[in-house]
């Protein structure tokens, strides 16, 4: 397994930005499709974006899009989440994930991720 770890998270004033970070290490991290979910209290994981292999092609939860940017640095290992105009709503713990390689494309189903961060707290004050 790869071992994630995010970074970034904060507490900021709705209408603010944060910049989310994922560092891989452990396997190959450019062959591995990528995603960030997010978990609010009392609800379920959810899909908040994803990000093929080589950076070409993405998925945007609809409460995100316009708002969320994600990106891949292959070179460095890393994984970033731009969140602007921020909302209440996105108070979540934020969690990257990792698909196996032998696939390239990613999913929008949280139990076909193998490698997790341990999570960063993205708080959103109104």
């Known amino acids: 397994q790869m071992q994630l770890v995010e970074s970034g998270g904060g507490l900021v004033q709705a209408g603010g930005s944060l910049r989310l970070s994922c560092a891989a290490s452990?396997?190959?991290?450019?062959?591995?499709?990528m995603a960030w979910f997010r978990q609010a209290p009392g609800k379920e994981r959810d899909l908040v974006t994803a990000?093929?292999?080589?950076?070409?092609?993405?998925y945007y939860a609809d409460s995100v899009k316009g708002r969320f940017t994600i990106s891949r640095d292959n070179a460095k290992n890393t994984m970033y989440l731009q969140m602007n105009t921020l909302k209440p709503e996105d108070t979540a713990v934020y969690y990257c994930?990792?698909?196996?390689?032998?696939?390239?494309?990613?999913?929008?189903?949280?139990?076909?991720?193998?490698?997790w961060g341990q999570g960063t707290q993205v708080t959103v004050s109104s």
């Open positions: 994930a990792a698909r196996p390689n032998i696939y390239r494309s990613y999913s929008l189903t949280p139990s076909e991720y193998d490698s």
């Open positions: 452990g396997r190959t991290f450019s062959g591995n499709p």
């Open positions: 990000i093929n292999w080589n950076g070409r092609s993405t």
